[in-house]
């Protein structure tokens, strides 16, 4: 298990990756790339979604363990933060680090900088001012196995997010401390994962300079006040607010800095969308302009109840749920009771920064016994809404107002 970085004790973490071929073996049992709440609506409430607990994690649902994907259960989302052991985990390739000897891990900082940097992370929390922001993480593809029509790629259910207080250094602090030379453009960062084959590429992104000496952005070495766990990027991660987590490089190793366009598959071929407001294209028609994904739209979600859950007539019942976006905070939340006929406001929670999950509550007492479809809507700060749909041939940036169907009785 991961301990405290020290400057004169080598503190090694790691994790078991015969473990994972283990709990492979113990959920293959379960199959079919559906969302867990289709589940119980096929095949009856007494079927659970196939779990899993890695080193560091509590039960989470599983998707595949080479690499590992580890989806967050929506009973988390009642929470403003999502606890370390309960945040999902997603990584690119099957060559993950399952240890670290951070007595001679080394960040660099490289290219085209007057001074480079090889960093402990003794040197980030001593020599640094330390910053702390909360802020959601967001899968671009969270919540793709709900598009419709289908596309490929892992069938995230609505638990491909978390919430958490990341505290680290300014990644412009590092990069001042560097130098950058004049005609610098763009910044990139590896972290420690590695392909499978050689002709598979490394996992790399990059930031335009401007974003990357935006003071929000940060390299975080706690989570939650505690060490990163080894699956969501220890010893070190990027940290980019409002942003989609594929920026969020884990276990980050090197940051360089470019003064030509830094050319990678994950961000010239993979990670794109259509060149539009939403993100959207037509199955029929598919978007020749596309750009790389960036910030996060609007969106809200339903914690409880369950997807099929049934409610007792004449009794109060909370609706709760989660609702963010990409940096300006959320100003309301309304629900529906009729099928989006009529709205509501729900109540908001405490505002724990404009990157940070908003916990909403709507108290619902139905008078009335049948099927009913309960709907949930978020407007930010800048006014943006969520919309009616989308689709693109990726599965990423979904913020259609979400709904749940539930049975009075």
């Known amino acids: 298990m991961a301990g405290k970085p020290t400057s004169d004790v080598s503190i090694v973490s790691s994790i078991d990756r015969r473990g994972f071929i283990k709990i492979a073996a113990a959920v293959v049992g379960v199959s079919g790339l559906v969302p867990w709440d289709r589940w119980s609506n096929a095949l009856g409430a007494t079927v659970k979604p196939r779990t899993a607990r890695f080193p560091e994690k509590t039960d989470l649902i599983f998707l595949t363990d080479r690499p590992p994907q580890l989806e967050t259960p ?4 009642k929470e403003e933060i999502t ?21 001679k891990y080394r960040l660099k900082v490289i290219g085209q900088v007057d001074k480079p940097l090889e960093l402990s992370v003794d040197d980030l929390r001593k020599n640094f001012e330390p910053v702390s922001v909360v802020a959601v993480c967001q899968c671009s593809g969270n919540s793709r196995s709900y598009f419709e029509p289908r596309v490929a790629g892992g069938e995230w259910g609505h638990g491909a997010v978390g919430n958490a207080k990341w505290t680290g250094v300014r990644l412009k602090d590092l990069l001042a401390k560097a130098g950058v ?24 992104k990059s930031l335009k300079i401007e974003k990357a000496n935006d003071p929000d952005v940060i390299v975080a070495y706690e989570m939650n006040g505690k ?24 276990s ?7 003064s030509e366009h830094f050319k990678t598959f994950w961000m010239d071929k993979a990670y794109r969308i259509p060149n539009n407001p939403t993100g959207s294209e037509s199955p029929k028609a598919l978007a020749t302009d596309t750009v790389p994904i960036s910030n996060m739209p609007v969106r809200s979600l339903f914690a409880t109840p369950a997807n099929g859950a049934q409610i007792d007539a004449g009794k109060a019942t909370s609706v709760e749920g989660i609702a963010f ?25 405490d505002d724990l920064g404009k990157f940070s999950f908003r916990l909403w509550t709507y108290d619902w007492t139905p008078a009335d016994k049948g099927d009913v479809k309960l709907m949930v809507r978020a407007t930010s700060n800048a006014g943006e809404k969520q919309i009616d749909y989308l689709w693109n041939r990726s599965g990423y940036r979904r913020n259609v107002v979400e709904h749940i169907d539930v049975t009075v009785a």
């Open 252 to 258: 980050l190793e090197e940051i360089q800095v470019w």
């Open 83 to 103: 606890p370390n052991d309960a945040f999902f985990v997603r990584w690119h390739v099957s060559g993950i680090p399952t240890e670290v000897d951070t007595a």
């Open 74 to 77: 929506l009973k988390y989302f």
């Open 227 to 250: 060490e990163l766990p080894m699956l969501n990027g220890f010893p070190v991660r990027l940290v980019v607010p409002g942003w989609f987590a594929t920026y969020w490089v884990k």
């Open 325 to 349: 976006d990409g940096g300006s905070g959320i100003k309301m939340v309304e629900v529906s009771a009729d099928g989006g006929k009529t709205w509501n406001a729900a109540k908001l929670g």
């Open 181 to 204: 030379k004049q005609g610098a453009i763009e910044v990139s960062f590896t972290g420690m994962d590695r392909p499978p084959i050689p002709a598979t590429p490394t996992f790399a």
